[in-house]
C-alpha cells in the first residue's frame, strides 16, 4: 500500500521554540496533503487542507500565522508550529491522497509535540 | 449536526468472537466514500475498509466486512474471529465528493470506539 512518512515521531522542546514537521508521500504524488491534530481519547481535528503550489485552506478557530503550513512539492508538506507554548502540545497527524474521493488517505505515523 | 456518528465510546470483544462496530452517516450529497481506519495505542492510522456510496455490495477484506445499509445512512464495521491486536480504537470517516462542491474532499471522522479484546 501507499507509504507516508512523518518526521519526527516524537518532539520535546522549549516553549518559544518553533518546531517543522514533514510529511512525505513516498511513492505516490499526493496532490492533496490534511495535517489533523489528537487531543488524548479524541478525535483527529482537521487543521488544514495543503495543495501542491497553493496556500493552504485553513479550518476556522485554526491560527495560520501560528501553524505555517508549506506545500512544496507533490511529495512534501510541513508544519511549523511558531513560537510553540504548552497548549500546543498534542498529537499531529498528517494525510496523503489523490483527487479521486474514493481512495483512501494513507496517513503517517504522527508527531507527539510536547512543549515544556 | 455531526456528520459522522459512532455511539459506541467503548466495546468489549471474547477473543475469536464476531463484534460490530456501529457507525452512522448524515450528507445530503448522492457521492460519497465511507472508510474504517484503526489507531492502536501507538498512534499510526491504519485504513482497513471502504465502501462506496454506490456500491451494491458490502465490501470485505479478510475479517473485516462493512455492512452497508444506505436507506438507513449506516456503515458498521464487523470483525469476525476477533484476535488480540485487534484491540485499538476505530474510526469510522467520510469522505464526501468535492465536484459537488462544499467539500475538500477531506475525510470527515467520528469519534471513535475503543475495542478491547479479552483474552
Redesign the interface.
Known sequence: ?AVVSQHPSWVICKSGTSVKIECRSLDFQAT?M?WYRQFPK???M?MA?SNEGSKA?YEQGVEKDKFLINHASLTLSTLTVTSAHPEDSS?Y?C?A?V?D??Q???????T?LSIL | AQKITQTQPGMFVQEKEAVTLDCTYDTSDQSYGLFWYKQPSSGEMIFLIYQGSYDEQNATEGRYSLNFQKARKSANLVISASQLGDSAMYFCAMREDPSYGGSQGNLIFGKGTKLSVKP
Open positions: 500500500g492533496t490534511f479524541q478525535s483527529l482537521l487542507t485552506t498529537f497527524i494525510s491522497t483527487p474521493f474514493t483512501p488517505q494513507h496517513f503517517g505515523d504522527g507527539r
